[in-house]
């Protein structure tokens, strides 16, 4: 199994300002992925992140709002633009395992905004 | 079109008792199936998964889960409750490259002394 780091673990954050979310992963995957769990809610699929390419947005969620970045195989970062207080979720990354018959999933970073 | 249902946002039981969690898939070719649980403050972590081999599958815990092809069902079970398994439960369904998974809205599991 991948162990799978976040930071930060949590964050208060102003409306109008953009937090960036750092993914750790302690062996290379070719896919990682981001999700959004909402107050209450389920997770959704924000986008894939393959290596050397850009990433792949699921519908409602564009990529000025949610730049992604997948420098190497062990990491990525999500940014939060221009944030507002629904923007306040819990936001987690996630690897395909190697054979891929699941995901492992970071711990998730708390995100606030006031 | 692939979804997922989870009956209940919330179950409670008492400490022993049985636990069951409901999961209703829709799926629109062969389904994998997969249970996670996410404690308070953590991540989610898999407890148990179906991908097409035998229908009843064991996981972690002492949980399990049968796979019902004409009831469209994955529901969890578990004998006996313990207190630490307290804490939410979440269905997926994974199309068949398993990089799209599609979450179900969670069941909040209680367990009482």
């Known amino acids: 199994s991948a162990v799978i780091s976040q930071k930060p673990s949590r964050d208060i954050c102003q409306r109008g300002t953009s937090l960036t979310i750092q993914c750790q992963v302690d062996s290379q995957v070719t896919m990682m992925f981001w999700y959004r769990q909402q107050p209450g809610q389920s997770l959704t699929l924000i986008a894939t992140a393959n290596q050397g390419s850009e990433a792949t947005y699921e519908s409602g969620f564009v990529i000025d709002k949610f730049p992604i970045s997948r420098p190497n195989l062990t990491f990525s970062t999500l940014t939060v633009s221009n944030m507002s207080p629904e923007d306040s979720s819990i936001y987690l990354c996630?690897?395909?395992?190697?054979?891929?018959?699941?995901?492992?999933f970071g711990p998730g970073t708390r995100l606030t905004v006031l | 079109a692939q979804s997922v249902t989870q009956l209940g946002s919330h179950v409670s039981v008492s400490e022993g008792a049985l636990v069951l969690l409901r999961c209703n898939y829709s799926s629109s070719v062969p389904p994998y199936l997969f249970w996670y649980v996410q404690y308070p403050n953590q991540g989610l972590q898999l407890l148990l998964k179906y991908t097409s081999a035998a229908t009843l599958v064991k996981g972690i815990n002492g949980f399990e889960a049968e796979f019902k092809k004409s009831e469209t069902s994955f529901h969890l079970t578990k004998p006996s409750a313990h207190m630490s398994d307290a804490a939410e439960y979440f269905c997926?369904?994974?199309?068949?490259?398993?990089?799209?998974?599609?979450f179900g809205s969670g069941t909040k599991l209680n367990v009482k002394p």
């Open positions: 996630s690897v395909e395992s190697d054979p891929a018959n699941e995901q492992f």
């Open positions: 997926a369904v994974s199309e068949g490259n398993f990089n799209k998974f599609y």
